[in-house]
């Protein structure tokens, strides 16, 4: 499996998403890293390649949100992928593919969230 493909899930944190509640959890995502396609070296180093993963996606999330100007949601998409590569090491940014859907996801919620 492509070494990109490692880091290709972003998940919401917690379980039981409801309309009410999906603003609040998609404002702090979580990344969760496929241990399928992990070699062995990437399985070893999951926990903390999450973690790094995690912390700048949120960082880029509370940006994208304090910085939205009425973008649309796939440039809003866009914005949070770039940031979140910018917050990481080149290696780690090259690698990382979020999954489309989960990430439009996080857009949405800033984009609706900008409209309260």
């Given at each position: ?18 309309p009410t ?96």
């Amino acid at each position: 499996m492509d070494r990109r493909q490692a880091f290709n899930r972003v998940t919401p944190m917690g379980t039981g998403v409801t309309p009410t509640d999906t603003e609040e959890i998609m404002a702090e995502p979580q990344v969760t890293l496929d241990p399928r396609s992990l070699n062995v070296v990437e399985q070893k180093l999951r926990g903390p390649l999450e973690d790094q993963l995690t912390s700048a996606l949120q960082a880029a999330t509370e940006k994208t949100r304090h910085t939205y100007a009425g973008e649309s949601v796939d440039e809003v998409s866009e914005q949070l992928v770039e940031r979140t590569r910018s917050g990481l090491h080149p290696d780690i940014a090259a690698g990382f593919q979020p999954d489309p859907v989960q990430l439009r996801r996080v857009a949405e919620a800033i984009v609706t969230g900008s409209h309260e």
